[in-house]
């Protein structure tokens, strides 16, 4: 079989890693939901999820119904929460069926899911999701209290935990961050003061587990830091977090260039010399961002070869002068380490003006995949 030049390689072992260096930021009795949503952020929904069932994580969360279902189709059995909740009776009775917790945040999705307990004689646990300043999905802080009230009307329905979105926890200054968390805290008091038992409560994403103790609660929500990836690229002291991904492609032609030649569309580059350059297999189309046009490197034989021109849709161009080795099948690392140098997916986002949940996520499904 024909098989593409680039290939994705994800470390499962920097995978448990990252997850012992969040329990170390937690307390004893803190549980972990580990994030799996968009396929495990690029790296794979039910590889990532299978190694951190393994290591006794205590709930995975996903964004839509459709992957608790492949999740649970591959023999995933700890809970599995559906962040952005559900939107139909199709939705209600599939997490009923398939054993899902959704988040819930407005009466409709409580009728429906209520009416397909009802049906079927069953009990569903849920989370309820408080807006605590994000202004995304959420019952408005103010309200919370009134909605929980109402929900004491639907018996079939258990809250097993508040929930809410830290903002700006990756920011310099704490002082919306700490806002957020005394809203949510006093969100929490409210539904205990009723009764509610929650036992699940979790407001901490990466930045929040690594910056704000008091954002912990019962339960985390560590995502890109389980991937190796900084909640922002210049995130203040940095854990020493271990790069999951490795992203390589191949050199197709080395070419020399005069001096004053244009490189690319657009004739955004011209060489300032006599340049020796490399054509590289992967572009935009293949998950180099488009955005490192004239910015950033790759790496080839452990040297960081700067990109030169537009990146195409399936290729690119670094500049290799002085690397007389070089040569048409070299392998080309734009995400990764090889021979103690490395680009990381904080690199590309630096680069590229973005983050590296985007770099780790953008089109990458189609290369062939390997796990070690």
Same mark, same amino acid.
């Given at each position: 079989?024909?098989?593409?030049?680039? &290939?994705?390689? $994800?470390?499962?072992?920097?995978?448990?890693?990252?997850?012992?260096?969040?329990?170390?930021?937690? @307390?004893?009795?803190?549980?972990?939901?580990? $994030?799996?949503?968009?396929?495990?952020?690029?790296? @794979?929904?039910?590889?990532?999820?299978?190694?951190?069932?393994?290591?006794?994580? %205590?709930?995975?969360?996903?964004?839509?119904?459709?992957?608790?279902?492949?999740?649970?189709?591959?023999?995933?059995? %700890?809970?599995?929460?559906?962040?952005?909740?559900?939107?139909? &009776?199709?939705?209600?009775?599939?997490?009923?069926?398939? &054993?899902?917790?959704?988040?819930?945040?407005?009466?409709?999705?409580?009728? !429906?899911?209520?009416?397909?307990?009802?049906?079927?004689?069953?009990?569903?646990?849920?989370?309820?999701?408080?807006?605590?300043?994000?202004?995304?999905?959420?019952?408005?802080?103010?309200?919370?209290?009134?909605?929980?009230?109402? !929900?004491?009307?639907?018996?079939?329905?258990?809250?097993?935990?508040?929930?809410?979105?830290? #903002?700006?926890?990756?920011?310099?200054?704490?002082? *919306?961050?700490?806002?957020?968390?005394?809203?949510?805290?006093?969100?929490?008091?409210? @539904?205990?003061?009723?009764?509610?038992?929650?036992?699940?409560?979790?407001?901490?994403?990466?930045?929040?587990?690594?910056?704000?103790?008091?954002?912990?609660?019962?339960?985390?929500?560590?995502?890109?830091?389980?991937?190796?990836?900084?909640?922002?690229?210049? *995130?203040?002291?940095?854990?020493?977090?271990?790069?999951?991904?490795?992203?390589?492609?191949?050199?197709?032609?080395?070419?020399?260039?005069? #001096?004053?030649?244009?490189?690319?569309?657009? =004739?955004?580059?011209?060489?300032?010399?006599?340049?020796?350059?490399?054509?590289?297999?992967?572009?935009?189309?293949?998950?180099?961002? =488009? #955005?490192?046009?004239?910015?950033?490197?790759?790496?080839? =034989?452990? =040297?960081?070869?700067?990109? !030169?021109?537009?990146?195409?849709?399936?290729?690119?161009?670094?500049?290799?002068? @002085?690397?007389?080795?070089?040569?048409?099948?070299?392998?080309?690392?734009?995400?990764? +380490?090889?021979?103690?140098?490395?680009?990381?997916?904080?690199?590309?986002? &630096?680069?590229?003006? +973005?983050?590296?949940?985007?770099? *780790?996520?953008?089109?990458?499904?189609?290369?062939?995949?390997?796990?070690?």
């Amino acid at each position: 079989m024909i098989e593409s030049p680039n &290939r994705v390689k $994800i470390d499962l072992s920097s995978l448990v890693k990252n997850l012992e260096l969040v329990k170390g930021f937690l @307390g004893p009795e803190t549980k972990i939901m580990g $994030i799996v949503k968009s396929d495990a952020y690029g790296h @794979g929904l039910v590889p990532v999820a299978k190694v951190l069932e393994a290591k006794g994580i %205590c709930s995975l969360g996903v964004a839509h119904p459709e992957e608790g279902v492949a999740l649970r189709k591959s023999g995933i059995q %700890c809970p599995v929460v559906i962040l952005c909740g559900i939107r139909s &009776r199709e939705d209600a009775a599939e997490v009923l069926a398939r &054993r899902l917790t959704p988040v819930i945040f407005d009466m409709e999705a409580v009728e !429906l899911l209520s009416a397909e307990c009802l049906k079927r004689g069953k009990k569903i646990g849920v989370h309820l999701k408080v807006d605590t300043g994000m202004n995304r999905l959420g019952v408005p802080s103010e309200r919370i209290a009134g909605f929980m009230r109402r !929900l004491t009307d639907f018996n079939m329905l258990e809250v097993r935990g508040l929930t809410s979105h830290l #903002s700006s926890a990756d920011e310099p200054n704490p002082e *919306f961050t700490e806002m957020q968390i005394e809203r949510f805290e006093k969100a929490v008091n409210e @539904g205990l003061s009723m009764g509610f038992r929650l036992n699940f409560n979790n407001l901490a994403n990466s930045a929040g587990v690594i910056r704000y103790k008091r954002s912990h609660f019962n339960m985390v929500r560590p995502g890109i830091m389980l991937y190796g990836g900084l909640p922002s690229p210049d *995130f203040p002291d940095p854990p020493p977090l271990a790069p999951a991904m490795f992203f390589s492609g191949k050199v197709l032609q080395v070419r020399d260039l005069p #001096s004053d030649t244009p490189v690319g569309y657009g =004739r955004t580059y011209y060489t300032p010399g006599a340049r020796k350059v490399a054509v590289l297999s992967a572009g935009y189309g293949d998950g180099l961002p =488009r #955005s490192l046009s004239n910015k950033g490197a790759v790496l080839i =034989r452990s =040297r960081r070869c700067q990109i !030169l021109g537009t990146v195409c849709m399936n290729m690119a161009v670094c500049d290799v002068t @002085g690397m007389e080795e070089v040569a048409v099948g070299d392998e080309a690392v734009f995400l990764g +380490t090889t021979g103690g140098e490395a680009v990381t997916g904080d690199d590309l986002a &630096r680069w590229g003006n +973005t983050i590296s949940y985007a770099v *780790f996520c953008f089109k990458k499904k189609k290369h062939i995949r390997e796990y070690s």
